[in-house]
Structure formats: C-alpha cells, structure tokens
C-alpha cells in the first residue's frame, strides 16, 4: 500500500511511522545533492547515525546547481540546454539526471528512507540576493526568461520580496510548470517511498502580500500532482507565514479550495517546540494535516533532545533540517 495519512498521522501499510531526518551530506559534500552514485555512503550514514534517520529532502531545481553558468555540472541539472546555452523548459535530462535520481531513491528505499521531492524553490527566484556572487539566484535561474528558450518567467514591476509572478495564472507559465511537475512525477511516482512537496519557503505573490494568488497557485500544483497520482503519494506545502501561524492554510480551507483535501500535510521552518499541533493557533487544521517541522539550523543539543521528545507527540511526527 506504501505511505497514507490518517487525521495528522503518517502511516505505512497502515502502520504508525515516525520519520526524522537531517541533511544527506557532510557539509556541503552530499552525494544526494549533486546525484553522484554510489549513493550507499549518504544512505548508510543515515541509517547509522544515532538518530536513525529515515527521511530528506532533495531540492530538483537548486540555484546553486545552475550558477555561475560557466560552472553548471550538466550531469546534475534536470533541463537540457540549446547550442546558445539557454534552458529548454519542455526538454528534460532523461538519460543523466533522472537516471541517477531513480537510482538514488532506489537505494534509499533500500534503507527504508523515504525522500521528499521539492519541486519549486522560492529562494531560487529571490531578485533581492544580488551580493552572493559569483551564484545569484534569479540572475541565473533556469526559470528566468532571460535564461530560456521559452519566455517564461518575465518579472514584472516589483513584487513582495523580490519575487518574479511565479504563481501567475498566465497560461505560458502554467504550462512550463505542469509540463515539468508532470514529468517529475511520472519519472518518480513508482518508488513508495517518494513524498513531493509543492515549494520551499513560498512567500510573496502579484496580490500585495495577501497570499491569495499564492494559495491559488499552490491548490493548482496539487491538483496536477494528484492528477498524476491518484493520491498514491503524500504531498506537503510549506506554510512560510511566519508568526501568522499557518496562515496559508486556514485560507486554503476558508476558500473551500478544490485541493485542500488533496494534500497531506504542511511544512514549517523553525524550532520544532513553537509548532506543537495541540496549539489553538491550528486548531481548524491540525487535526486533518500531518506536521512536519524543518528546524533549518537549530542544533544546540537542548534543542536536539526537545526535538526527539516532539517526536513522539502524534501530529508532530516528521521533522528535516536542510543545511
């Protein structure tokens, strides 16, 4: 049967599971990061270490995998590029990339890891990181349209934090963006053990802030994933509302948007302590989403050991640190 939600409960064949894990690398050399096989090394020290973990996350379309340009590993991206070096947003690295993905959740699954897909990366669209140099992130992003044979995304006027209209309703953009959700899923959705999650850190939007356009947006993702998926596989959403307390979410629900219960659970980034399920803050949500809490640097061992008594409180039962 592989993976299901009960309530805020992750289960496998119907079985209460309890999934905790941490970056896949050592540093910034991660052998999941760049897909470079054999992936025994990242996957055993997962296993072994004195947490066990069990679940990461892989972020598909990394910024720092496509910039500089000049730098660009075309083994590690997932587009293809035309003689002029520009993205092709319909053409996909089948043959390397992909290849090496499905092997890497291969050997995972092995591990009884379970890896969650991040489509979308917010902070690879941000126009404000112009001083990182020589990686800039919009600058060299593969969905800028300045960087594509396709046009698409062309940023308009100044929006909430830098943001370019990713979550557009313009029919050039949609259609790049299902194109690529759809081949993501249908290369991926075979494994058991893949969860997606929609975008990492999605704030911003065309709708000064309010969140509307966003949510739209996101509501729209999941109803393509599930398309693909029939609900097979469990999908996240990053709530990036800060202190407002999943904010996206209760207006997902409010709206009585047609995909609010086709996904599973939501994401939030911070110290897993000031996400606890039983808070009141989510009450008109925590009983029908699992929470998965991203503690994004928060290592003081404090915390770590708050981290694993978390872990035992049903509702609160996943939890990933990025870097």
């Known amino acids: 049967m592989g993976f299901t939600r009960l309530g805020r409960e992750v289960r496998y064949n119907n079985n209460l599971v ?10 910034t050399a991660s052998t999941t990061d760049g897909l470079i096989p054999p992936f025994d090394d990242d996957m055993k020290r997962l296993r072994d270490n004195n947490r066990q973990n069990n679940f990461f996350r892989h972020w598909l379309v990394p910024y720092w ?8 590993d075309l083994n590690q991206v997932v587009f293809l590029r035309n003689p002029s070096n520009k993205w092709r947003l319909y053409a996909f690295n089948d043959a390397v990339y992909f290849a090496r993905l499905d092997q890497m959740i291969s050997k995972a699954a092995e591990k009884g890891i379970v ?6 990366d917010r902070c690879g669209l941000d126009t404000s990181k112009t001083n990182e140099a020589p990686v800039k992130r919009w600058d060299h992003s593969p969905w800028n349209a300045a960087n594509n044979t396709n046009g698409v995304i062309v940023q308009v006027g100044s929006t909430p934090s830098g ?34 999650e929609i975008m990492n850190e999605p704030i911003g939007g065309t709708n000064d802030g309010t969140g509307d356009d966003r949510v739209s947006w996101a509501d729209w993702v999941v109803g393509v994933i599930h398309g693909q998926t ?5 999908i996240f959403y990053n709530d990036h509302t800060g202190g407002a307390k999943g ?10 948007l047609p995909n609010y219960n086709n996904f599973h659970g939501v994401i939030f980034h911070g110290r897993p302590a000031d996400y606890d399920p039983a808070n009141a803050a989510y009450s008109s949500f925590s009983d029908e989403k699992i929470f998965q809490v991203s503690s994004d640097g928060f290592q003081d ?5 708050r981290t694993q008594i978390l872990l035992t409180k049903p509702g609160l039962i996943t939890r990933s640190t990025r870097r």
């Open 163 to 196: 943001l370019p209209e990713a979550y557009s309703n313009r029919a050039d953009i949609r259609g790049a963006q299902e194109n690529y959700i759809k081949h993501v899923v249908s290369k991926t959705k075979a494994h058991v053990n893949v969860f997606y």
């Open 247 to 256: 904010a996206d979410i209760k207006k997902w629900k409010e709206r009585s």
């Open 65 to 72: 995998k496509y910039s500089p340009p000049a730098s660009v």
């Open 301 to 305: 061992t404090a915390q770590e050991r």
């Open 18 to 27: 309890y999934l905790a894990g941490v970056h896949a690398g050592t540093g």
């Open 115 to 120: 890896v969650q897909l991040v489509l979308f």
């Open 230 to 234: 029939g609900g097979s596989h469990l």
